[in-house]
């Protein structure tokens, strides 16, 4: 006999219980909130994260593709506008440049994507890649980790100012935009989930995408440890060059 389905409430508390697990409590983001990062650790996270914001479009670009629901694409279709931008307005990828200007990156930097660890690089491509291959409503689940992001957030709007003195306040728009945006995309992620995992199995097998989502951001904050915090980057037993590929076609 099968266990049956939580409730819909019993369902969202286990969701959100997978807070524990959020990258908000990886000791790189927590010497960043405690004012014990470098100049460096900092430019890296920003270089590195910056691969993740150009692939968000591209991952709900992938779940609209694959939804036949025509008012859930008009409604998902604003993640991609957010990011990407509409005429007169920027949109998340410039703000994440402005940034990283912010602390001391030039654009070309950024947009060269020199900068971007294997590890990162690894984990953002099976996120975009996951969503390409499941179908809709599982590739539009695994964004709940956007339940947990205001709080992230905001404590680098509440810590970094504090902190990091030399950073241009105007680099955190991106930040200030994105507390509004993760809460409306919060609603409209939690009502699909909630209406399509409607068997335990199901359920259970939506804790586990959430899980995937989660294991894709703590491991791009292992890549980005090892490289800034221990010094270890990729071939650094071998040389000192970054000799990692620069996102070839594979």
């Known amino acids: 006999m099968t ?3 939580m409730s819909p409430a019993e369902f969202e508390q286990a969701l959100r219980a997978k807070g524990a697990y959020y990258h908000i409590h990886h000791p790189f983001h927590q010497a960043m909130y405690a004012g014990r990062a470098s100049r460096e650790q900092i430019q890296g996270w920003v270089a590195n994260r910056f691969y993740y914001q150009i692939n968000i479009p591209l991952k709900d670009a992938a779940i609209l593709a694959n939804c036949p629901d025509r008012e859930v694409r008009r409604q998902w279709l604003q993640r991609v506008l957010d990011h990407d931008g509409t ?14 200007e912010a602390v001391g990156l030039s654009r070309e930097c950024i947009l060269s994507q020199e900068m971007v660890l294997p590890g990162v690089r690894f984990a953002v491509d099976a996120y975009v ?8 409503q599982e590739a539009a689940s695994s964004s709940l980790t956007e339940l947990f992001a205001p709080q992230i957030h905001q404590s680098r709007l509440d810590s970094w100012p504090q902190h990091y003195p030399w950073i241009d306040p105007a680099g955190y728009e991106y930040f200030r935009t994105r507390l509004g945006q993760a ?4 609603e409209q992620g939690l009502r699909i989930t909630l209406e399509h995992y409607v068997t335990r199995a199901g359920q259970q097998r939506m804790l586990e995408i959430l899980q995937f989502k989660l294991d894709v951001l703590w491991s791009m904050l292992d890549a980005m440890s090892m ?4 010094q270890r980057p990729p071939y650094h037993s071998v040389t000192d060059a970054a000799a990692w590929h620069r996102g070839i076609t594979l």
């Open 3 to 5: 266990d049956p389905a």
């Open 87 to 100: 005429p007169g307005s920027d949109g998340g990828i410039e703000a994440w440049l402005r940034l990283g």
């Open 129 to 136: 890649n996951f969503a390409r291959r499941a179908c809709w």
């Open 183 to 186: 809460r409306r995309d919060v």
């Open 227 to 230: 490289a800034y915090e221990l």
